[in-house]
């Protein structure tokens, strides 16, 4: 299966700042999701990126907030723009495992916002 | 719509005890389903997944689950814990969607598993 290099593994940051998180798959996916992981909760889809379009938000998120970037096949960046608090998380990028029926994720980013 | 329920939030189990992990599930549709699993400070690793086939499946480090169909249950089971297994574990389904996207999955809120000498 894919294997996923996330970074940075976890970072703490000011309010009000940026924070990108980048995700590099050793292989081509057309696909690549990202999720987050609030305290104590489970994990939520935040958008589908797709190289070469507009990423996908679900429900409750928006691009001014996550903006996402899809340069090409083996990589992918989600931005957590003017960060609060409430922001403070893991967050996840996850790609379609070979021959489909499933997922692979990377290690993870935790953010702390203080 | 889908949806999954982890019906205990933490498992305590002393080390070498059997235990269960429940997870029961609601979907209009079929789905795969997996369990996952998330040490301290890490990502999610897969642990299993059915997608077809025997009800029965075997994971990496000695889980196994079982589908049952008709109680919409996809329990994990390990006979022998080891302290080592201290994780969280989730389970998810994936809609079978035929001839479009994959789908995303949906996750469960995860039990906490901890293992104690």
């Known amino acids: 299966s894919a294997v996923i290099s996330q970074k940075p593994s976890r970072d703490i940051c000011q309010r009000g700042t940026s924070l990108t998180i980048q995700c590099q798959v050793d292989s081509q996916v057309t696909m690549m999701f990202w999720y987050r992981q609030q305290p104590g909760q489970s994990l939520t889809l935040i958008a589908t990126?797709?190289?070469?379009?507009?990423?996908?938000?679900e429900s409750g998120f928006v691009i001014d907030k996550f903006p996402i970037s899809r340069p090409n096949l083996t990589f992918s960046t989600l931005t957590v723009s003017n960060m609060s608090p409430e922001d403070s998380s893991i967050y996840l990028c996850?790609?379609?495992?070979?021959?489909?029926?499933?997922?692979?994720f990377g290690s993870g980013t935790r953010l702390t916002v203080v | 719509a889908q949806s999954v329920t982890q019906l205990d939030s933490q498992v305590p189990v002393f080390e070498e005890a059997p235990v269960e992990l429940r997870c029961n599930y609601s979907?209009?549709?079929?789905?795969?389903l997996f369990w996952y699993v998330q040490y301290p400070n890490q990502g999610l690793q897969l642990l299993l997944k059915y997608l077809s086939g025997s009800t029965l499946v075997k994971g990496i480090n000695g889980f196994e689950a079982e589908f049952n169909k008709s109680q919409t249950s996809f329990h994990l089971r390990k006979p022998s814990v080891h302290i080592s297994d201290t994780a969280e574990y989730f389970c998810?389904?994936?809609?079978?969607?035929?001839?479009?996207?994959?789908?995303?999955?949906?996750f469960g809120k995860g039990t906490k598993l901890s293992v104690k000498p």
């Open positions: 990126a797709n190289q070469g379009s507009e990423a996908t938000y």
């Open positions: 979907s209009s549709v079929s789905v795969y």
């Open positions: 998810a389904v994936l809609p079978m969607n035929y001839g479009g996207s994959q789908g995303n999955l949906i």
């Open positions: 996850s790609v379609e495992a070979v021959g489909g029926n499933g997922y692979t």
